[in-house]
C-alpha cells in the first residue's frame, strides 16, 4: 500500500505561480511514477503531468505544457507540480496519483490516489 497526500493548494491570482506536493508512504515509493489529476466543478477528471520515479522524464497535458513542471524527490518521497502562469480555469481539485505503469499510460491506470487538494485561481 501507498499513501499519498497533497498539499500547497490555496488561492493565487491570475499569473502567479504555486507549488503543489504529494508525499507519499507506506510501501517504497522508487517503484511507482508519479502524475497529478484535476478535477474542476462540473467537468471530468483529466490527467494533468506525469513524472517517472527517476526524475528523467515527465509528460504534460496539452492545457498545462510550458506552464507547469511536475518533479520527483525521491529522498523525500515527494512528487511536486509547479504551476506557473495560472489561469482561471486551472481552477480545481488536484489530485496526485502512484502508478506502476509508464508515464504515458498514467492517465489510464493508475494504483493509488491522494485525497486531493483546491487550487482557486482569481482573475
Known amino acids: 500500500q501507498v499513501q499519498l497526500v497533497e498539499s500547497g493548494g490555496g488561492v493565487v491570482q491570475a499569473g502567479g505561480s504555486l507549488r503543489l506536493s504529494c508525499a507519499a508512504s507506506?510501501?517504497?515509493?522508487?517503484?511507482?511514477?508519479g502524475g497529478w489529476f484535476r478535477q474542476a466543478p462540473g467537468k471530468e477528471r483529466e490527467f494533468v503531468a506525469a513524472v517517472t520515479w527517476r526524475g528523467n522524464s515527465t509528460y504534460y497535458a496539452d492545457s498545462v505544457k510550458g506552464r507547469f513542471i511536475a518533479s520527483i524527490d525521491n529522498a523525500k518521497n515527494t512528487v511536486y507540480l509547479q504551476m506557473n502562469k495560472v489561469k482561471p480555469e486551472d481552477t480545481a481539485v488536484y489530485s496526485c496519483?502512484?502508478?506502476?505503469?509508464?508515464?504515458?499510460?498514467?492517465?489510464?491506470?493508475?494504483?493509488?490516489w491522494g485525497q486531493g487538494t483546491q487550487v482557486t485561481v482569481s482573475s
Open positions: 496519483v502512484a502508478s506502476r505503469t509508464s508515464i504515458w499510460n498514467i492517465a489510464t491506470h493508475q494504483d493509488y
Open positions: 507506506g510501501r517504497t515509493f522508487s517503484s511507482y511514477n
